[in-house]
């Protein structure tokens, strides 16, 4: 049995003392000199805003390549906020679907449509295929998500199920968020599938917010032989830094609207607010929120809708998003007023709103806490597509006024 004197133990003691205060000093200097070496690699001045483009694109088929995810980012990093505007695959510019532009005519093109449709040129690119997509799943997953209906889709010759159930709670990493995102066999097509992106997106984005800038380093390294980008590690890692400090995130649709035949064309009478709220728009994020309304009186004119438009500009400040006046064929199914939640987190605004604009009206409050709200729910949706009737998701509240006499 060895025995320690009393000064051996106090030298112990000492030792692992100054052990453990050299290891948090190269931790701390670790990310010190990184910082250092950011600065260092990269000397020009990150411009403010900063706007990005990123763009998914699909297999190469017959020599032509497809960017099926197209999403804009604007960083305004001195106000803190970060907003991102998707914009769907099928938008009809110049007699082409915007998805074949890239591959058509290039990334200057692409830009110049950017600029024309945001008024924001974008500064640089990022492209990714869906490789790169499995890594960030595996790397920052998992990313839970519910689905809204089945998705259930199979391509033996691409090893490839999807089979999801609606309401239900799914944790998915790599391969399965990238089917989740993918899918675009539901009621609304392309238009359901880049909601889905955008939840997946914001919930991919606060994961990588939570690393640290070794660990993004690292990651980028991983990702980097699956991606083609104009903006080198040391601009990735300052912008990193940007967003790291209390960054709000919103998320849009650039406005669109669906033609007779189903074409999509951008909606010219609110692309220049939205243009206008774009930059500082997530500052307000908390009480930004899409009203859908729709008719389920015996009014079935446009008189409904001018009437309750101008109710809510009278008590309110503000008008409904879109007010849907026609008989969708939903009207026999539902009595009294409903109003469903899409965003539980700004559920009280919105019903103070509906408070104030119909303050004699008894609303039946749906939160999806049950599964004949969603029957309910996909059951309005999907009379509104049968007449071509497609609204801007998310739907924060989605309301059913019967009777109108206000």
Do not use: C
């Not at 990150?46 to 390549?65: Q, R, S």
């Not at 998500?145 to 090893?159: A, C, G, K, T, W």
């Not at 590690?233 to 967003?243: R, V």
Request: charge should be neutral; avoid cysteine.
């Amino acid at each position: 049995m060895i025995e320690y004197s009393q000064g051996d133990i106090v030298l112990k003691k000492i030792f692992l003392s100054l052990s453990i205060s050299l290891a948090f000093f190269l931790i701390i200097s670790s990310f010190f000199l990184l910082d250092k070496m950011v600065s260092y690699l990269f000397k020009g001045e990150v411009k403010n805003p900063y706007v990005f483009l990123v763009l998914g694109k699909d297999k190469e088929i017959e020599h032509t390549v497809r960017t099926d995810v197209i999403v804009v980012g604007v960083l305004d990093w001195k106000k803190g906020n970060l907003s991102f505007v998707s914009i769907p695959r099928d938008l009809m510019i110049e007699g082409k679907k915007i998805n074949a532009i890239y591959n058509t005519y290039g990334m200057e093109k692409l830009f110049q449509i950017i600029e024309s449709l945001l008024g924001l040129k974008p500064d640089s690119y990022v492209i990714f295929n869906y490789e790169a997509f499995k890594i960030l799943g595996d790397e920052l997953g998992p990313i839970e998500v519910i689905p809204n209906e089945v998705m259930f889709y199979e391509d033996l010759s691409q090893n490839l199920v999807i089979d999801f159930k609606p309401g239900v709670p799914y944790k998915l990493n790599g391969e399965q968020l990238l089917a989740y995102i993918r899918y675009r066999k539901d009621s609304m097509g392309d238009l359901a599938r880049i909601e889905r992106q955008k939840d997946v997106l914001k919930k991919l984005l606060s994961k990588a917010l939570s690393r640290n800038p070794l660990e993004i380093s690292v990651l980028y390294k991983k990702i980097s032989p699956y991606i083609e980008t104009d903006i080198g590690l040391p601009e990735i890692l300052t912008l990193f830094s940007k967003l790291k400090n209390s960054v709000r995130v919103s998320f849009s649709t650039l406005p669109y609207k669906v033609d007779s035949d189903g074409s999509i064309f951008v909606d010219e009478r609110r692309l220049g607010s939205f243009k206008k709220n774009l930059i500082g728009s997530s500052v307000q994020e908390k009480y930004r929120v899409n009203f859908l309304v729709v008719n389920t009186s015996s009014l079935v004119s446009r008189v409904f809708e001018a009437n309750l438009r101008g109710v809510w500009k009278d008590r309110v400040g503000f008008e409904p998003d879109r007010v849907v006046w026609e008989d969708v064929g939903i009207s026999q199914k539902f009595e009294g007023d409903h109003v469903f939640i899409g965003e539980p987190e700004k559920e009280d605004y919105i019903l103070g709103i509906l408070k104030k604009a119909h303050p004699s009206r008894h609303f039946t409050v749906h939160r999806f806490d049950r599964p004949e709200d969603y029957t309910m729910y996909y059951t309005i949706l999907e009379g509104l597509v049968k007449n071509r009737i497609y609204p801007d998701f998310p739907v924060s509240a989605l309301i059913l006024i019967d009777d109108f006499r206000e």
